[in-house]
């Protein structure tokens, strides 16, 4: 039975947006029992498509053409207040970010028990919450119905999110990007319980995603939208495996993956050598009961010339700020980190400048890596001025370096909001190469981000390090990027390396039991993207 | 800049403050050749209402011209709004930007302190020091930038605060530049907003407080101002309104345009803000 059908759908964008419509000319239907994901990079119009199914469209973006059928009934002639009926009871939604969902003065069950009762349905509230957190695997669900969502980590309140969505058992799920802000364990975790709902509800679900793991984890159809329009629509196995369009199969190609390949081990001299290195974050004092937290401890390793170590781990696990130790952002309160054997840790202010031409770093969020005021060439410039080279010269090699990471010249005189964020990322990788450094420190350069955005990046690192000899630390939390990347990695857990060694073996024989949880956690496994 | 002058344009009474601001400037520019003479010099018969003897807005209770006198007076005051909101500027500034970017316990020092300054009312504290260092032009500049330079230092250590952790300061930092480099080259012009934002208003409550002080009969007693002419005027007021009403009239107008301005560089300079402003209404 079909639940939705979307026919020829069209909704404007206001004028002046790089586009006439948001989305233009789409089909699509989902039946009952039927996981439907719509991908597409950022801008693609997918949010804005499940956005109009459930009569959530901001003012400024009016469907021009077109008809939703939802339940035999026409969603866009429906009033507001029919239409805030279907909602919730019959359709229900999850969005990308948990924590700005849920009402952060709200005690949980309460906000599920509202979302009852607005349909009228509050009556048997007490009984129903309980088990409504049970069946989205909540332990102990009187607890949670009693807490705070501060209290609750990301992958609990994108349960409790889908346990709302749930409460009033309607026919259709749309959840856009519901595991995109969780780590790649509590995406599996959630996934998986999306999957066995919908299968013991019969409950229809559009799912929006930009991850073709993601995809290939869960969908039975598949929808693939690019600058508003859907390119290619079909069953999963045939889009993930016999990709007809030229986009799909750029996006499908621009997915990291394979096997990590068994590189020649690396026997050069070392060039970072860290050992001993902590780091703790106290909090509170005076009164109260302080937090200690222990961000960086029992994390050894040895990075050698002109090889790759990979540093993976999901959020908070310390990696960043590991790396942050070494460019001295942040400060270690005890360890050596050892830079051809001079012990970097000690050094003042003054003392470490000299370290800063060898040592250069590539920040993870290209929008706010860039001084918003400041052209380019100026920032890319501003490195060697700052360690006396003549400003003349700085300039031209600025000029140089935009033609090494594919940018035109004429970038310049530009100011970084008039690039894309893979350009930006370009810009900065230029700063940091302007230094001529020998280790280059990159934190999650990609994780921002479209993935073919991503590939392009990652050839142009692969390109740099070749040609200039790099010795280079990847912190990254995507296990198929370090993959391709990385000659060694070391996986970082509560702060600790719990295990590390060459990329292959890892990968393909881990020792550590959250190594393993890791690898079996990356969406997409057991799909092997094909070659096109 | 055209970008940004549209956006200003956007508030209507923005731009009508500016043209407020533009008038009382021109005013003042001009004043010696409109009243050409001193202010203080008799030009009519005392207690004219205005109209009477060529006296547009009347004469005071010693036969002074109160239009050239709020004329003249435009020039004291916004010359004393200006001078001491540079003078806070400079102080506030400085105490939050190393508040903010040092942080620690440099940033409790100097927070202290500016608490101390804060908790002292300003208006007896800005009448304490004119009264130790006698009344003068360059007494009442410093009294008011003394008492009105902690709400900069506060928006300043905020700014820098969060600006501080942002990753082009970060990379700043990485690429060995120098603390003022980093403070002056790349913090500073993105706290800019607020900042000016802050001054306009603060030249707005400047000539507020000049105007009290010169009530009080603490201005400079050798320059006309309009605080001076509403506290001579005052004795009188029912006999000859038009001595406090006119100089009123003109703070009221300056105190407004300038309110107004600063509220259309807020709008001007954080577009975002603005434009969810105008879509909620």
Known sequence: ?532 | MRDFWRRFRRNKGAVVGLLILVLVILLAATAPWLFPGSPWDMAAAPFMPPGEMDMLLGSDSLGRDVAAGIAHGARISLLVGAVSTVAALCIGVSLGAIAGYLGGVADDAVMRFTEFFQTIPSFVLAILLVAIFTPSIISVVFAIAIVSWPPVARVVRAEFLSLRSREFVQAAEVLGKTRLAIVLGDILPNALSPIIVLSSLMVASAILLESALSFLGLGDPNLMTWGFLIGAGRSVIRLAWWMSVFPGLAIFLTVLALNLVGEGLSDALNPRLARQRGGAA
């Not at chain 1, 020829?8 to 006439?20: E, I, K």
């Not at chain 1, 980190?337 to 050094?347: E, N, S, V």
């Not at chain 1, 912190?475 to 702060?495: F, K, P, S």
Request: net charge positive.
């Open chain 1, 1 to 532: 039975m079909t639940l939705l059908t979307v026919e020829n759908l069209t909704v404007a964008l206001p004028q002046g947006g790089d586009r006439p419509h948001a989305v233009e000319g789409i089909s699509l239907s989902i039946s009952a029992g039927e996981i439907l994901c719509v991908v597409g990079e950022s801008g693609s119009g997918k949010s804005i498509t499940a956005n109009a199914v459930m009569g959530l469209l901001p003012r400024g973006l009016p469907v021009t053409s077109g008809a939703i059928g939802f339940e035999g009934k026409d969603v866009l002639a429906l009033s507001p207040e029919a239409m805030r009926r279907l909602r919730g009871s019959r359709m229900a939604m999850i969005f990308q970010e948990p924590m700005t969902a849920l009402n952060p003065l709200m005690r949980v069950g309460d906000q599920i028990a509202e979302a009852l009762r607005v349909h009228g349905a509050g009556a048997d509230a007490a009984k129903r919450v309980p088990e409504l957190l049970a069946a989205v695997n909540l332990p102990d669900p009187k607890a949670i119905a009693r807490s705070h969502p501060f209290r609750l980590s990301g992958g609990q309140r994108q349960r409790v999110m889908i346990a709302m969505a749930l409460a009033l058992e309607p026919t259709l799920l749309i959840a856009d990007e519901p595991t995109t802000a969780l780590d790649v364990t509590t995406q599996m975790q959630i996934l998986r319980l999306i999957r066995e709902i919908q299968s013991r509800r019969g409950t229809g679900v559009m799912f929006i995603t930009h991850d073709f793991g993601v995809v290939a984890e869960i969908a039975d159809r598949v929808a693939v939208m690019q600058r508003g329009r859907i390119v290619e629509q079909g069953p999963a196995a045939e889009v993930l495996n016999h990709p007809q369009h030229p986009y799909t199969r750029a996006l499908i190609a621009a997915v990291p993956h394979g096997a990590p390949d068994s590189r020649p081990q690396v026997t050069t001299a070392p060039v970072l050598d860290v050992k001993g290195v902590e780091k703790t974050y106290r909090r509170g004092g005076m009164f109260g009961a302080r937090a200690v937290v222990r961000a960086v401890h029992d994390a050894d390793f040895i990075l050698r010339r002109g090889e790759t170590l990979g540093l993976v781990g999901e959020s908070g696990s310390g990696k960043s700020t590991l790396a942050r130790c070494v460019v001295k952002l942040v400060e270690p309160e005890t360890g050596t980190i050892a830079y051809h054997g001079t012990d970097l840790r000690p050094l003042s202010r003054n003392a470490w400048k000299p370290f800063r031409q060898r040592i250069q770093m590539i920040f993870q969020d290209p929008y706010a890596s860039l001084n918003p005021r400041r052209k380019v060439g100026e920032a890319i410039a501003e490195g060697p001025i700052t360690h006396g080279v003549a400003r003349g010269k700085a300039l031209a090699k600025a000029r140089e370096l935009l033609a090494l990471v594919q940018l035109d010249p004429g970038a310049m005189e530009r100011y970084p909001h008039e690039f894309s964020g893979g350009q930006r990322q370009r810009i900065g990788i230029a700063r940091a190469l302007a230094m001529e450094p020998e280790l280059l420190i990159a934190d999650e350069p990609v994780s921002a981000l479209d993935v073919s955005v991503q590939a392009q990046v990652l050839a142009l690192l692969a390109d740099i390090r070749e040609r200039l000899g790099l010795t280079m630390l990847f912190i990254t939390h995507d296990l198929r990027v370090a993959a391709q990347v990385c000659d060694r990695v070391a996986v970082m857990q509560r702060g600790a390396i719990v295990e590390q060694g060459p990329t292959a073996e890892v990968f393909s024989a881990p020792q550590h039991p959250y190594t393993r949880q890791l690898l079996d956690s990356i969406p997409g496994r057991g799909w092997t993207p094909p070659a096109v």
